[in-house]
Every structure is written in C-alpha cells, then in structure tokens.
Nanobody, 124 residues
Framework: VQLQACGGGLVQAGRSLRLSCAASGRNFRNYSMYWFRQTPGKEREFVAG????????FYEDSVKGRFTISRDNAKNTMYLQMNSLKPEDTAVYYC??????????????????WGQGTLVTVSS
C-alpha cells in the first residue's frame, strides 16, 4: 500500500480545508486509517482516526467539533474536513494506516504505512 496525501495550503483563520489521502494497492478495506500532524521540533501527534468501517471514529480533543474524518472504500481514499481552522492547526499533516484500531495512538504505535505529508498553514 502506498499513501498519497494532498489538499494542504495556506488559509486564513476561520476558513476550511479538506485533506485527502489516496491509497494504492489492495486490501484498503483491511486497514484503519489515521491523520497525524507535526510541527518543527515536535513528535507527530494524533489528529483523527477511522476504523475499517465508520463504526469507529476518534478525534484528538482540540479538533473535536471542527474536523471530520471520513473514508470512501470504493475510491480507496480517506478525507479530513477541517473547519474553523486556527493558527495552532498549522502543521504538516500525515496519513497512516494500520491493521489495528487505536483510539488515541502515538507515532510509535504499529502503523503499516505512512504518507508523505501535506503542509497546512493557517494565518491569523
């Protein structure tokens, strides 16, 4: 499986962006999927996760109510709709997949594949 994240950019605070993570390869449905983000000098932090189906969806507390994670298994793609963006949301956003389901994972957990990252910059 290869992951390609896109959709980042420069936006003003309060605006929206939608990130996409397209997966190539087989067995996309067998993986739970996650968004992480990273700022310089810090470890990647969990943002949101979605299980093999939409029965399991998890968010980091600071994005609850503003971000929405979803997946389209027919298109092998995961999305992160980010609304009401804040300057503190500025980061490189990464997607990752795992055969495990985690509610609040850390970067060190068992992830099978990572995407290359897409930069989101929110200006005040």
């Amino acid at each position: 499986v290869q992951l390609q994240a896109c959709g980042g950019g420069l936006v003003q605070a309060g605006r929206s962006l939608r990130l996409s993570c397209a997966a190539s390869g087989r067995n996309f449905r067998n993986y739970s999927m996650y968004w992480f983000r990273q700022t310089p000098g810090k470890e990647r932090e969990f943002v949101a996760g979605i299980g093999r189906t939409t029965s399991f969806i998890f968010y980091e507390d600071s994005v609850k109510g503003r971000f929405t994670i979803s997946r389209d298994n027919a298109k092998n793609t995961m999305y992160l709709q980010m609304n009401s963006l804040k300057p503190e949301d500025t980061a490189v956003y990464y997607c990752a997949v795992s055969r495990n389901v985690y509610s609040a994972p850390k970067e060190s957990y068992d992830f099978d594949y990572w995407g290359q990252g897409t930069l989101v910059t929110v200006s005040s």
